[in-house]
């Protein structure tokens, strides 16, 4: 329980440090290109959302194995062999993790019914969390 419940907080945590970073770069965005509620402008802003939270996580697991907010609670994300993601399996991860997320959260709820508590993805891929006693 205690891993859940760490994992929710640092979820907590990663959502207001993206949410800061998505209002900076939508507002560069609409700053550069104008109105983005409807059409093409709409669409090239959600890739370019999708991208740059792409760009943070990957960076964050190849270089440290974690982003801010898995620093500040004590978690790293590794290999099956303990080691950092490469950079092709930290940007798998972030794909398929976006794809099972969109289906309905599958990939997110795998993780409560999972003895060992992966997401499905980590469970593909895998990968794991690991608890740091620092």
Request: proline share 0%; glycine share 6%; net charge positive.
């Amino acid at each position: 329980m205690q891993l859940i419940l760490k994992r929710l907080m640092a979820c907590v945590y990663e959502l207001l440090i993206l949410l800061a970073l998505w209002m900076l770069l939508t507002w560069l965005f609409v700053s550069a290109f104008g109105d983005a509620t409807h059409g093409l402008k709409h669409l090239l802003l959600q890739a370019l959302l999708w991208l740059m939270t792409g760009l943070y996580f990957v960076v964050c697991w190849v270089k440290t194995g974690q982003t801010l907010a898995m620093q500040a609670w004590k978690m790293k994300v590794v290999g099956s062999d303990g080691q950092l993601l490469t950079l092709q399996q930290a940007s798998v991860r972030y794909l398929l993790a976006s794809l099972l997320t969109m289906a309905f959260g599958v990939g997110l709820l795998y993780m409560l019914f999972n003895q060992k508590r992966l997401f499905l993805h980590d469970r593909i891929l895998h990968t794991q969390f690991v608890l740091l006693n620092k």
